[in-house]
């Protein structure tokens, strides 16, 4: 079957580094996409990997490993309004998006 | 760019009444939308695959003659929650898949605001 992997909820302070881990195994791969989504609203858009290695993007950065099916979004200097959950998605070989169930990101002062 | 609307983003109903939501792609033209619905806490369950111009194609699990599916136009698709009762109470987003060429990154969805139904 299919399955995504990432915690369900991590801490981190603000100002800090954190880094929020995503395991998957799907039927094909044909891109990993990184959303943020803050409560009650839709998840938006944060990047896109397809070939191994890192991309930056501001404060945000995510990593791509396909042959350890392992992915991490990176988040610096830490603001109180990136508390939202950060969803991981891997689009499988018929271009169809597997989910993860998320990971609730709580900023503390 | 790349803005998708939704309508209404709040609705409260009476069980046994139908619901409709729209879903509109506003500055680009989507060959695919996506519905999706969403619990608390919950990811993302997709519910049905729409094309322009075809019928939709429905995750299994999800009854097609309760949630009706009609993607009329390359800018347009809408929801249809027929007959609806307490248990499809819920958050509902839908997304849009850019024409190939145009995306900011390959096949890259853009998500509606969410629709958020509650059914009494």
């Known amino acids: 079957g299919q399955n995504i992997d990432q915690p369900t909820e991590m801490t981190a302070t603000e100002g800090a580094i954190v880094q929020i881990n995503c395991t998957y195994q799907t039927s094909g791969f044909n891109g990993l996409f990184w959303y943020q989504q803050h409560a009650g609203e839709a998840p938006t858009f944060l990047s896109y990997n397809v070939l191994d290695g890192l991309e930056e993007k501001g404060r945000f950065s995510s990593f791509l490993s396909r042959s350890k099916g392992y992915s991490y979004l990176l988040l610096k200097e830490l603001q109180m309004k990136d508390s939202a959950s950060y969803l991981c998605?891997?689009?499988?070989?018929?271009?169809?998006?597997?989910w993860g169930a998320g990971t609730k990101l709580i900023i503390k002062p | 760019g790349a803005v998708v609307s939704q309508h209404p983003s709040r609705v409260i109903c009476k069980s046994g009444t139908s619901v409709k939501i729209e879903c509109r792609s506003l500055d680009f033209q989507a060959t695919t939308m996506f519905w999706y619905r969403q619990f608390p806490k919950k990811s993302l369950m997709l519910m049905a695959t729409s094309n322009e111009g075809s019928k939709a194609t429905y995750e299994q699990g999800v009854e097609k003659d309760k949630f009706l599916i009609n993607h009329a136009s390359l800018t347009l698709s809408t929801l249809t929650v027929t007959s609806a009762h307490p248990e499809d109470s819920s958050f509902y987003i839908c997304s849009a898949r850019m024409i190939e060429g145009v995306a900011r990154a390959p096949e890259t969805q853009y998500f509606g605001p969410g629709t958020r139904l509650l059914v009494l």
């Open positions: 998605a891997v689009m499988d070989s018929n271009y169809q998006l597997i």
